[in-house]
């Protein structure tokens, strides 16, 4: 097969491309600025059509998008960093010929409305707040329209972990010097995925030509902040002393902050009724490997 994956080349982009190219399989990176061999610019896109392949998948950049300059520092970033690289592709998939046969686009569980009190499905209307707002714009940029001849498969993700990127990698360090805090008051719920189980549900959709649509792509084990931060204190061998308070979460990681203080529950419904089975459904096992693995 022949994969084409855009938009970043971040820690979980890379783990996707070495483990197509591992397996055989011809991997062609489209970015901002393209540098390495495999790898094309967004601006040849827009000035060449784009290459036949298989399968496209659109990685978001993880880089944190952070609010404490201003609201339109905030809206501008999220747009240059996800609206507009997607509908480019999409743009460009939807003029072609011989266009892929599966489509694979992310987006965000801090779509849906802040309440504590429910747990939210993919049927679920989406809230009206400004990152809901992006969001669902980000959606609408991923969308081909009703008669595309093309599968479609947006992930919508909650936090996920990695030692290398995100929420982890932010927090690890406060542990080692012997900072282990708790995010907010510790209530509030934290929808995660491993970033093994993001890659194997890829391969999944990639497999399975039936799955479509949109995915809470969270684990199954719903916990709140307090039982992330107790976990992971225990794997580190570490103590708690600290909590983070709200406002200082919210300016140091601004839409991760999103997700976890949102207080929203999430549940992955749709890819429980695939089939699809987590290999690390709960936090304590996924963080044993965070820790265990060179990643």
Request: hydrophobic share 40%.
């Amino acid at each position: 097969m022949k994969i084409v994956l855009t938009g970043s080349k971040e820690f979980l982009a890379q783990y996707v491309r070495d483990y197509f190219k591992a397996r055989g399989h011809e991997v062609l990176v489209i970015l901002k600025e393209a540098k390495d061999e495999g790898e094309i610019s967004f601006d040849q896109i827009k000035e060449a059509p784009f290459p036949d392949c298989d399968i496209v998948i659109n990685f978001p950049e993880l880089q944190v998008l952070n609010r404490k300059k201003g609201l339109e520092s905030y809206k501008t970033k999220f747009k240059e960093t996800r609206l507009e690289p997607t509908r480019l592709i999409r743009d460009a998939l939807l003029k072609m010929q011989n266009p892929p046969k599966l489509w694979v686009s992310f987006s965000s569980v801090s779509c849906y409305p802040k309440e504590e009190d429910k747990v939210y499905k993919e049927a679920d209307p989406i809230g009206d707040d400004l990152t809901a707002g992006l969001v669902k714009e980000w959606e609408e940029a991923a969308n081909l329209g009703e008669n595309s001849p093309i599968r479609s498969v947006i992930l919508r993700t909650g936090l996920i972990l990695s030692q290398k990127v995100g929420l982890l990698s932010k927090i690890i360090p406060l542990f080692k010097i012997g900072l282990g805090s708790i995010i907010g008051d510790g209530s509030e719920a934290f929808p995660w995925i491993y970033y093994r189980d993001l890659n194997l549900f890829i391969m999944y959709v990639i497999e399975h030509e039936t799955e479509q649509g949109i995915y809470n792509t969270v684990a199954p084990q719903m916990i709140t902040s307090r039982v992330f931060s107790h976990a992971l204190a225990k794997v580190m061998q570490r103590k708690i002393y600290l909590k983070i308070p709200r406002r200082y979460f919210q300016k140091k990681l601004g839409d991760v902050a999103e997700i976890v203080l949102s207080r929203s529950k999430i549940y992955p419904g749709r890819i429980l009724k695939t089939g699809f089975n987590f290999r690390y459904p709960a936090i304590y096992p996924a963080l044993v490997d965070a820790f265990s693995s060179s990643e």
